[in-house]
């Protein structure tokens, strides 16, 4: 488990909410060099869609390999965020199984819809850039329910949580996004 000291020490913006319950499903222990490896890939795939730019990965905890990948596609359909089309390749690609040793990592904090269906797959991890704050200051509107909240209001829930990873990166992405 990441300690929350040492983020804190490591760099001051990252949120780490994890902890709350020490039963969490053991994860391999991962660097912040692989969160940000992996946290790059989301951005590449945010840029697909340069008006809400919401892109996810979804990674092999151990491995760190790429299992599936995601964007913002809400015009198509309106639960098609990032963090859901990323869940639907997942499934389509390495079937209903294996969450519990896979991290999801996202542009933009998971909105309550989205959290809801990781926190019911029961996905290992789940990690962030910008906040919910921090997409909305960009003109961006979001249910005001932290990921965190959805998390803590799910008892049987205990998967890690990270936020603020690259958020500098994707704040200004989102605030440089393309309008309409
Ligand atoms: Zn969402």
Known sequence: MISKRRLIVGAGALICVAGARPARAA?????????EQAMRQAIEEARRNPVYPFGAVIVRA???????????N???????HGEIACMNDY????G???WGQAVLYTTG???????????WAGIGGV????????????G?????????????????YSGLLLGGVLAAETDRMFMDRRKG
Not at 91 to 94: M, P, Y
């Open 27 to 35: 994860l391999p222990p991962i660097s912040m060099a692989r969160h």
């Open 91 to 94: 499934v389509r690609l390495n």
């Open 62 to 72: 151990d491995t760190g390999e790429v299992m599936a990948r995601g964007v913002n």
């Open 109 to 119: 904090e998971p909105c309550s819809m989205c959290m809801s269906a990781l926190v």
């Open 74 to 80: 809400s015009r198509e359909n309106p639960i098609l």
């Open 96 to 98: 209903n199984k294996g």
């Open 140 to 156: 961006i509107e979001q249910i005001d329910i932290t990921a965190r909240a959805v998390a803590a209001a799910s008892p049987f």
């Open 127 to 138: 990690v962030f850039a910008s906040s919910i704050d921090g997409i909305r200051r960009a």
